[in-house]
């Protein structure tokens, strides 16, 4: 849980996990995918998390599978929201 309460803090929008577990938006079929967050950071937020827990391998592997099988927010931009346009002439 801390994972993500950090990843969706940071996530754009920003959003209030616990907040969000409160609210039917999370029993809607792909929900988190409004939400993005590098990948990059994700895993450094994963890393820094089990750095700091002193997870073992086995320890870190388990989180690993529960938390990128789970609802983190899409590691990509979606190319229809990028602010940049491309013109075709």
């Given at each position: ?37 590098p990948?990059?950071?994700q ?47």
């Amino acid at each position: 849980m801390p994972i993500y309460r950090q990843v969706y803090k940071e996530a754009e929008p920003s959003a209030d996990f616990d907040e969000l577990l409160k609210t039917e938006e999370v029993s809607k079929e792909n929900w988190f995918m409004k939400y993005y967050l590098p990948q990059e950071r994700q895993e450094e937020i994963f890393n820094e998390f089990c750095e700091k827990k002193k997870c073992s391998q086995c320890e870190k592997k388990k989180i690993s599978f529960e938390v990128w099988l789970g609802s983190l927010p899409s590691g990509v931009k979606k190319q229809n929201e990028l602010k940049e346009k491309v013109v075709i002439k």
